[in-house]
């Protein structure tokens, strides 16, 4: 079965940092371009970030160049979102994403709150 | 940056109506297009990809179609486990961009 599973997320102080994690399974994790795409309670889908199959590319939106850093382990079949100097725009449920190619699969979400 | 307008951004239908969305790319983007469906505190299903091929496992009535900068997505017959929000996405380009949604509720 295709999977995603995101962990990491929970309740941050502005300035604060966090991980978020995305274990992939039933698919060949390495040879995929995989995504971040957040949204906030209410509101539309955000893309945030993605990363090559290999890692040597990545990309970022605008809302969280120099902030937010991703990568992946393709020999643990994980993908990374590390979080830095959070604030408060950033509080929203996190996805892991393959929103590239077949299968199209996304994780069930993890949420991030940035508030003192 | 490939900015993309996604009308209605809400509508009211009744079952059994024939609905169409539609999602315009600022510049093209060739068929680098998904259409997305996700209802409330769920996660978000892809229904189409590739503008027009039909994710395995989704109901005949969805459709897409379009190339380029004008892209749409229909359903051909609604039905009651329809009602949910509609965003289409183009991933011709980095960064990747959503369009608005769509919010279809019960006429």
């Known amino acids: 079965e295709v999977q995603l599973v995101e962990s990491g997320g929970g309740l941050v102080q502005p300035g604060g940092s966090l991980r978020l994690s995305c274990a992939a399974s039933?698919?060949?994790?390495?040879?995929?371009?995989m995504s971040w795409v957040r949204q906030a309670a209410g509101k539309g889908l955000e893309w945030v970030s993605s990363?090559?199959?290999?890692?040597?590319?990545?990309y970022y939106a605008d809302s969280v160049k120099g902030r937010f850093t991703v990568s992946r382990d393709n020999s643990k079949n994980t993908l990374y979102l590390q979080m830095s100097s959070l604030r408060a725009e950033d509080t929203a449920v996190y996805f892991c994403?393959?929103?590239?190619?077949?299968?199209?699969?996304w994780g069930q979400g993890t949420l991030v709150t940035v508030s003192s | 940056d490939i900015q993309m307008t996604q009308s209605p951004s809400a509508m009211s239908a009744s079952v059994g109506d024939r609905v169409t969305i539609t999602c315009r790319a600022s510049?093209?983007?060739?068929?680098?297009l998904a259409w997305f469906q996700q209802k409330p505190g769920k996660v978000p299903k892809r229904l189409i990809y590739?503008?027009?091929t039909l994710q395995s496992g989704v109901p005949s009535r969805f459709s897409g179609s379009g190339s380029g900068t004008e892209f749409t997505l229909t359903i051909s017959s609604l039905q009651p486990e329809d009602f949910a929000t509609y965003y289409c996405?183009?991933?011709?380009?980095?960064?990747?961009?959503f369009g608005g949604g769509t919010k279809v509720e019960i006429k």
């Open positions: 994403a393959k929103v590239i190619g077949d299968p199209g699969v």
């Open positions: 039933g698919f060949t994790f390495s040879n995929c371009a």
């Open positions: 990363i090559s199959g290999s890692g040597s590319s990545t």
């Open positions: 510049q093209g983007i060739s068929n680098y």
């Open positions: 590739a503008a027009s």
């Open positions: 996405l183009q991933h011709d380009n980095y960064p990747l961009t």
